[in-house]
């Protein structure tokens, strides 16, 4: 067996502390680093394989880092319990790895992951210590190789012949074939198999190793395609459509008629900030009562998403719920966001940009008085931030109604202007999230009471304080790109 090392010193010293069981953060600190991530992705590379348990098992069967003494096996270990153990080396993503490992030993996934968190409760360790705890034990030997046997069903058709060899990056990827039902790539079932157990776009990323960009980037894809825009109807459709395992059924205590409406329609396809009017729309529940009542699920921190895989789990969703309100066409906006009035002139409707459920601090509009921005041209005393609407709703609800600043409506153009000091923002700034407008360009702004003449008007007033950078945080940051369904709360 060849010993030629292929890591960096620095590699190799990741490699050693990911073996005992240290996570990236833990590696950092421990080793005075930020970039412990980055290292394990090229080590990884360099290896031929995908995940941090196959790293280990690969630099320890090779000998790039030094195996651990052998030593008695522990006792009390049934044949599953070693088969699964040993079957921590397969080279798939750990949200796969109970559906892999069940069809190995032909048994059902929920037992699988019961086992799975038992030995790692048992030996205080994660999966990549279990891995060198195995070699330790003698349940690994190095000759098992990372992928599959296709006779699989027994502890013999788990031990392949093959030696652990680096895959070629140039030839074709071992994993999932592509999905027939959605066109998936092997990448993209990736992303969407570990959305389920991932509290957010960047914790789906460190499971993959890959940036939380891609990540994004990925679900985007899958989401046109499929024809969703966000990520909790997403996850719907693939329950329901089989391109996740549904949960494993657990029925809790009984939820109440109001909760059990209110979770059902969880699934609908709108903007986040538009959910809790939606849900009021088809449940007939009070506006108050729809927020009360999400409050309380997302209490224990998990995403939007994973409260959906939740009410599969406890059989209050099932494949019979839609992700449309009915009598709502796709792609029309949502009622929030459309005049209710038939007696409007014809004309641009006003755009919604109020988050449902809060108001401007003050009464609005104000009472008469002279107009502090009429003429304003940007680039002198003032700049402007031209944003699309869900990206403003999602803003305001974040920063809260008692830091608002003035924003202006523009349905001609579907945008909103958020007004700032002119040295608030960078003068080229854009981001996906929105641009500043160019300099000297002469704003036309409607009076405080009466919209103008291309149907613009004031959504918070403009005798609000003018925007500053704190409060302008979140919208120029730059590294967050956007996601299918924006921001999530």
Avoid at 275 to 296: F, T
Avoid at 398 to 409: C, K, M, S, T
Avoid at 439 to 467: F, K, M
Wanted: glycine content about 8%.
């Amino acid at each position: 067996m060849s010993t030629e090392l292929p890591f960096t010193p620095r590699e190799t010293e990741v490699a050693i502390l990911l073996a005992e069981g240290l996570s990236t953060q833990e590696i950092d600190h421990r080793l005075g680093i930020k970039s412990s991530a980055r290292l394990l992705r090229n080590a990884k590379h360099k290896a031929g394989v995908t995940t941090p348990r196959s790293l280990v098992y690969v630099s320890l069967a090779r000998q790039w880092i030094p195996r651990p003494p052998v030593r008695e096996a522990p006792a009390q270990l049934s044949e599953l319990e070693e088969l699964l153990w040993a079957g921590l080396r397969i080279d798939v993503p750990d949200a796969q790895l109970p559906r892999a490992l069940s069809q190995l030993a032909r048994t059902s996934k929920g037992r699988v992951s019961s086992i799975l968190e038992n030995l790692k409760e048992r030996h205080q360790l994660n999966y990549c210590g279990l891995i060198t705890r195995a070699f330790a034990v003698g349940l690994l030997s190095g000759r098992e190789g990372t992928h599959l046997s296709r006779s699989a069903g027994s502890v013999s058709a788990a031990a392949s012949t093959s030696v652990a060899e680096p895959r070629q990056v140039t030839g074709a990827q071992n994993g999932p074939s592509r999905s027939s039902r959605w066109n998936l790539t092997e990448r993209q079932q990736f992303v969407l198999d570990v959305l389920p157990s991932s509290r957010s776009i960047e914790k789906a990323a460190e499971q993959l190793g890959i940036r939380s960009k891609s990540v994004r980037r990925h679900l985007q894809t899958i989401s046109r395609s499929v024809g969703v825009t966000s990520l909790r109807a997403l996850t719907h459709q693939a329950l329901a459509n089989g391109l996740l395992d549904p949960p494993e059924l657990r029925p809790g205590p009984e939820a109440t008629a109001e909760v059990a409406a209110v979770w059902r329609s969880v699934v609908l396809d709108v903007p986040d900030a538009e959910l809790p009017a939606e849900i009021a729309a088809v449940s007939g529940l009070p506006g108050e009562r729809v927020r009360s009542v999400l409050q309380q699920m997302r209490a224990g921190g998990e995403a939007d998403w994973q409260l959906v895989v939740r009410g599969w789990a406890s059989g209050v969703i099932t494949a019979q719920d839609v992700i449309t309100r009915p009598g709502r066409r796709s792609g029309r906006r949502p009622s929030s966001m459309r005049s209710t009035s038939s007696s409007a002139p014809a004309g641009p409707a006003p755009l919604a940009l109020i988050p449902p459920g809060m108001t401007w601090r003050d009464p609005f509009p104000p009472s008469p008085g002279p107009h502090p921005l009429h003429g304003t041209v940007s680039g002198g005393d003032f700049a402007f931030l031209i944003v699309q609407p869900e990206v403003c709703r999602a803003f305001l609800h974040r920063v809260g109604a008692e830091q608002w600043g003035p924003v202006l409506a523009r349905p001609e153009t579907g945008t909103a202007l958020l007004i700032a000091h002119a040295d608030s923002i960078p003068t080229r700034w854009r981001t996906p999230r929105g641009r500043r407008a160019a300099a000297h360009t002469r704003i036309h702004l409607p009076g405080e009471h009466t919209p103008g003449r291309d149907g613009s008007h004031w959504a918070v007033p403009p005798a609000a304080p003018l925007w500053t950078t704190p409060r302008l945080h979140w919208l120029l940051d730059e590294t967050h790109p956007s996601a299918p369904e924006g921001h999530h709360a």
